[in-house]
């Protein structure tokens, strides 16, 4: 049996695991439930250009440089890079 991919137009492949083993994809999951709640939802009828470039400032400005993150010890990843980085 062939690999599913997620849509015609990607060449990802869809993950495939066990029946009741919800945890590959959770991270993710909450990434883009994140991603969506905070910008994406806020926004409406943008062009794909000026919204790719508005997920690419929130990523860069927001996710990665001032939202903390419980599996970091409540730093950003940014704070948590730079502690790890002198240690």
């Known amino acids: 049996m062939p690999p599913r991919t997620t849509s015609k137009y990607s060449p990802t492949t869809a993950s495939m695991s066990r029946k009741g083993n919800c945890w590959d994809?959770?991270?993710?999951?909450?990434?883009?439930?994140t991603l969506q709640r905070e910008l994406v939802y806020h926004r409406h009828d943008e062009p794909r250009e000026a919204a790719r470039q508005e997920i690419?400032?929130?990523?860069?400005?927001?996710?990665?440089?001032?939202?903390?993150?419980?599996?970091?010890?409540?730093?950003?990843?940014?704070?948590?890079?730079?502690?790890?980085?002198?240690?």
Request: glycine share 4%; hydrophobic share 35%; charged share 25%.
């Open 25 to 33: 994809n959770a991270w993710v999951e909450r990434f883009f439930g």
């Open 56 to 87: 690419f400032e929130y990523l860069e400005v927001c996710y990665n440089r001032r939202r903390w993150h419980s599996t970091l010890g409540y730093d950003s990843p940014a704070e948590y890079e730079a502690r790890t980085v002198v240690a």
